[in-house]
């Protein structure tokens, strides 16, 4: 997966403002900063937020873009409006406007002004015109959300940011202003997974549909396991990508948990989902699959089961089966 190209080309011409000893350095802490769940205390100086542009932006972009991708699959409504929660540099905005061809108006609500700039710049130089006209708002989550209905809320690694009760509340007021559907994306990690799996609760208990990636509304099998749903983006690295994370290969994977919500029952039967990697062998593929009855199944497709076997090799992890 890519960046769109201009906002590649956006990108690259933050970064190329920067000193490369000390962006490299940002791009260090950056990286430590996640594995530590604090992301925040990287993003302090303006080369910090041009780190994260080379090193985390199109991670993020990827995952909000493979989840989308899958919850239109089971939603084909048009989305002509947007809230993006926690924007950041409108990472979010730019996938959903690859994505969601009706969309017509974006609205980003972002804390930290210095970021919101940042993205309002990088959306200059978008061809699409929604994210040249989106309506930047710099306010907390935590503080409460603008007053209106959007046709889709996306909220991407916000809620870990969150305390719990914070969380709940986001979510509901998230659920409130949705009219069509929610999105939420987090790392895929334990505790991501965790704050989604509360979330799901929450709005099941709302009436909420679940449109992706689940495909039932029972408790979820891998919880019960100890085990936690999540998903990969591959994302292409950039040279600047590479150079900036001392990365031999030309690719990362970005390891992600996401769930999605409509205000009404979807149209299309659920389908069971690949939630592993299938394992290829000579003559025949595993894939674990998540089931519409609420249960985890191991299935072997062999090379005789010939339609089976050409569809499996269209298919990867976290597609539909």
């Not at 960046?3 to 690259?12: I, M, T, Y």
């Not at 061809?101 to 990088?122: I, N």
């Not at 909420?208 to 292409?236: G, K, L, S």
């Amino acid at each position: 997966m890519q960046l769109p190209v201009a906002l590649r080309r956006a990108v690259d011409r933050e970064v190329d403002s920067c000193n490369t000893a000390q962006l490299r350095a940002a791009a260090l802490r950056l990286s430590q900063s996640y594995r530590e769940a604090n992301a925040a205390s990287a993003l302090i100086s303006d080369v910090d937020r041009a780190a994260y542009l080379a090193v985390r932006l199109p991670a993020t972009c990827a995952a909000v873009t493979r989840a989308l991708q899958w919850t239109r699959e089971n939603f084909s409504e048009d989305i002509h409006s947007l809230l993006d929660l926690g924007s950041g540099p409108g990472t979010a905005l730019w996938a959903a406007a690859e994505q969601l061809p009706a969309l017509d108006s974006c609205t980003a609500l972002e804390r930290d002004a210095r970021f919101a700039a940042l993205g309002q710049r990088l959306a200059q130089q978008a061809e699409h015109p929604a994210l040249r006209n989106t309506k930047w708002i710099t306010a907390d989550l935590s503080a409460g959300l603008p007053q209106g209905q959007w046709d889709l809320v996306l909220c991407s690694y916000a809620l870990n940011e969150l305390s719990a009760a914070q969380r709940g509340k986001l979510v509901a007021e998230a659920w409130s202003h949705a009219a069509k559907l929610l999105v939420v994306i987090e790392p895929g990690t334990k505790t991501g997974f965790a704050n989604l799996s509360a979330a799901r609760q929450q709005l099941l208990a709302a009436s909420a549909h679940i449109v992706a990636p689940c495909p039932h509304t029972q408790a979820c099998p891998m919880q019960q396991n100890a085990d936690w749903c999540h998903f990969a983006a591959r994302v292409e690295r950039t040279s600047d990508h590479r150079r900036l994370k001392d990365a031999a290969l030309g690719h990362e994977d970005e390891k992600f948990s996401f769930i999605a919500f409509a205000r009404q029952p979807l149209a299309v039967e659920p389908h069971a989902r690949i939630v592993r990697h299938p394992q290829i062998a000579s003559g025949y593929t595993q894939i674990s699959l998540c089931t519409p009855e609420g249960t985890l199944v191991r299935t072997t497709v062999t090379r005789s089961q010939k339609d089976d076997w050409r569809r499996l090799k269209r298919l990867s992890w976290g597609d539909r089966w």
